[in-house]
């Protein structure tokens, strides 16, 4: 049981660091592949939580050949109507076509609410440039319907929450209810696994010089060099 505790803990640590933005955990919309949009300047790749495979970790598109970024810095922002928009700066120069000015492509994707939708799938907005590095029209715009950004309704971090708690609960009240009628303990001893909590601080100290020290640094002679 206290390995339970140590995942559960290592679970949650993990869950803090997934893609949540606005109070909204994104994480169900990303994937190594992205979403590929098919638009007017060809297709695109997004991945609203920045583990694309490709050059660009949240937008990337085939430019004359050339994998080009559209947007590497994500700047996310809440609308009045409660859509989370997610804007991305910094991506690649264009190509300059036809004599226009050199400028940088960027996207702009905003999650609307759906709750018919599921994850949805994002789709160019009315305003998407006609083509690529034309007039400067390089801010690629998209409408994302999703439930994700939907209000209401208990997140999956949060059910996992609930869960580890009960369980923990559980398992320290069992425990002590347990040792304390079957074995006839007292105090701190009806603490199930007691010998186990009490040499965590010690174990976590031995890891800590360990990992700092390359495996050189020894608190006893139970562990061998590296």
């Given amino acids: 049981m206290p390995l339970f505790i140590f995942f559960s803990l290592f679970f949650l640590i993990s869950t803090a660091t997934q893609c949540i ?40 598109f085939q430019d004359m050949g050339i994998q080009r970024s559209c947007g590497e ?20 120069a264009c190509i300059p076509r036809m004599g226009a000015p050199r400028s940088i492509y960027s996207a702009v ?18 305003s998407f440039p006609p083509a690529r590095c034309m007039d400067t029209q390089t801010v690629f715009t998209f409408i994302w319907p999703t439930s994700v950004v939907c209000r209401g309704g208990i997140s999956f971090g949060t059910v996992m929450l609930i869960i ?9 009240s069992g425990g002590f209810t347990f040792k304390k009628l079957r074995k006839g303990t007292t105090g701190m ?14 174990l976590v100290w031995h890891g800590i010089l360990f990992a700092f020290s390359c495996g050189k640094n020894l608190p006893s002679q139970s562990y061998r060099a590296i």
Avoid: M
């Avoid at 992205?34 to 695109?44: D, F, P, R």
């Fill in 109 to 126: 994707i905003t999650f609307k609410c759906d709750a018919g939708a599921g994850k949805g799938a994002p789709v160019p907005s009315s």
């Fill in 21 to 60: 933005h606005e109070t909204f955990d994104f994480s169900s919309l990303a994937s190594p592949e992205g979403a590929v949009v098919s638009t007017s300047v060809g297709t695109i790749t997004l991945n609203p939580c920045g583990t694309l495979a490709l050059e660009s970790k949240f937008c990337d």
């Fill in 164 to 172: 580890i708690i009960v369980l923990t609960f559980a398992y320290f």
């Fill in 189 to 202: 001893e009806s603490i199930p696994n007691i010998d186990f909590w009490r040499r965590l601080p010690g």
């Fill in 73 to 92: 810095s994500p700047d996310w922002t809440t609308g009045q109507d409660g859509s989370v928009t997610l804007t991305l700066n910094d991506g690649d």
